[in-house]
């Protein structure tokens, strides 16, 4: 559905995806970035004014969608980032081996189609001792949220292209030889709780 997804979905991200607690989480993570940066699912740009400039020499903002690249690169000329967008999914990155410093995904592991493969390549591009900086919606620890999870799931999948509720993406990080570090559980509230459970943290690539 080119129409949906190349011009609502990203006006309805724009506008409903990042309410306030989002807003404070991606506040404490995004600032951490530094060196030469890759996004992965830069999206609509809602992470680009908490870069700081001073510390990110390039980042490399991947969005396959045009609709969210337009967006984007709006916040860009605002955000005064040295930035250079790829229209490429998050399973395809053009980058060299070890190029990479710093990897940051909110909200776009719990939406990749093929994650491992996705995964494999983050691995690949970062230097040893890199980190991904994620913030993510993910499983749920209490057994009901994560029966609800599982209903509402198909309905996420949908309506915002191919988002999963039920990923463990802490553990899936570490599969791919991205070590998590300092990773924390969160609500964000108001939604109800099966949409609403997130991880949070840093992963570091091993050698």
């Not at 860009?76 to 998050?90: C, H, M, N, T």
């Not at 990155?93 to 093929?114: E, G, H, Q, Y």
């Not at 988002?163 to 300092?182: K, N, S, V, W």
Request: proline share 9%; charged share 20%.
């Amino acid at each position: 559905m080119p129409l949906y997804r190349d011009r609502i979905y990203p006006r309805l991200v724009s506008s409903i995806g990042n309410p306030k607690p989002i807003r404070s989480l991606r506040r404490r993570l995004v600032p951490l970035a530094a060196g030469t940066v890759l996004e992965i699912g830069v999206g609509a740009g809602a992470n680009l004014p908490f870069y700081d400039p001073a510390r990110v020499t390039l980042l490399y903002a991947l969005e396959p969608n045009p609709g969210m690249r337009h967006l984007a690169a709006a916040e860009q000329r605002q955000a005064g980032l040295k930035v250079e967008f790829i229209d490429l999914p998050g399973e395809r990155l053009p980058l060299a081996d070890a190029s990479v410093d710093t990897v940051v995904s909110t909200f776009t592991l719990c939406t990749i189609a093929n994650l491992a493969e996705a995964l494999r390549g983050i691995k690949r591009v970062l230097k040893p001792g890199g980190r991904v900086l994620f913030l993510e919606l993910s499983v749920a620890p209490d057994p009901r949220v994560r029966r609800w999870q599982r209903l509402w799931e198909p309905i996420h999948y949908r309506l915002f292209e191919g988002l999963h509720l039920t990923r463990d993406i802490p553990q899936l990080l570490q599969q791919a030889g991205l070590e998590p570090q300092e990773v924390e559980s969160v609500w964000l509230t108001p939604f109800p709780r099966s949409w609403a459970h997130c991880c949070t943290g840093t992963a570091i690539a091993g050698v």
